[in-house]
């Protein structure tokens, strides 16, 4: 069963580099794991879509759920899907617009086209609330 996993976290000021790094992680663990989704960080809190089958989620949820370098990882919605919003993201870094007048339509350009609304809506407003 194909299951897409939203949650928030905090992490209070990682460098680029320590970002860096778990993007290249993902980047390395994610696509033998059959896993996609993007990863949105506003310099206080980390937003993540995983995508992929649910055995495999929930195994990465555990590791990311005792990961030190973040805390009170929280569960926005886990759903079960048709089909990956990300399929060519092994972790697609989405960068927030400085300005936030820009930031909406940034991320429309950036964010994948057939993300179900409601997500849609739940990741426009983590990078427009600062
Ligand atoms: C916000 C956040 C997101 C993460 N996302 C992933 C991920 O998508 N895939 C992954 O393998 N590790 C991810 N990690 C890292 C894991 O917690 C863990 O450090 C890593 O999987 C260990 O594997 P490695 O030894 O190959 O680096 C994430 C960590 C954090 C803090």
New binding site residues.
Partial sequence: MLSQYLYI?T?PSLSREEVDA?LA??S???PERG?T?L?LYNGRN?L?L?EGEESELKK?ML??GS?P??SGVSLLSNRSVEQRSCPQWA?KRVFIAESVESRKQTLDAELPDDLDPETRKMIVNFAVLN
């Fill in positions: 976290s992490a778990i992680s993902s390395r663990n994610n896993i989704g990863l980390f993540q995983l990465l590791r990311i990961d370098r973040h972790m």
